[in-house]
Nanobody
Framework: EVRLVESGGDFVQAGGSLRLSCAAS????????LGWFRQALGKEREGVSC????????KYGDSVKGRFTVFKDNAENKLFLHMTDLKPEDTAVYYC??????????????????WGLGTLVTVSS
């Protein structure tokens, strides 16, 4: 069974940092693209970052470039999102997602068929 489980969400002050984790099971992360997405209350789900398991390519949404870093631990089959300089507008439920793709990863949620249940990040001003 393919499964993704996120953790690490918390309540933080603006300017703080958090590291989210996504534990993958049922497949090997080298074989697919993994992405982080977020959805704030009343807004559409948006792509935050992604990492290709095939070529190592990574992408970031414009609003998080320079502040967030995506990386993975192949040995533990985990994807991480290190978030710094957090802003109140980063408040959202953060989801990990997986897709079997042959090339670079995508920030489009429609490309990902497998999703975790999400972890809540709340940033206070």
């Amino acid at each position: 069974e393919v499964r993704l489980v996120e953790s690490g969400g918390d309540f933080v002050q603006a300017g703080g940092s958090l590291r989210l984790s996504c534990a993958a099971s049922g497949f090997t992360s080298r074989d697919l693209s993994l992405g982080w997405f977020r959805q704030a209350l009343g807004k559409e789900r948006e792509g935050v970052s992604c990492l290709s398991g095939v070529n190592g390519d990574s992408k970031y949404g414009d609003s998080v470039k320079g502040r967030f870093t995506v990386f993975k631990d192949n040995a533990e089959n985990k994807l991480f999102l290190h978030m710094t300089d957090l802003k109140p507008e980063d408040t959202a439920v953060y989801y990990c997602a997986a897709a079997f793709v042959s090339g670079s990863c995508s920030l489009s949620p429609d490309r990902y068929p497998v999703w975790g249940l999400g972890t809540l990040v709340t940033v206070s001003s």
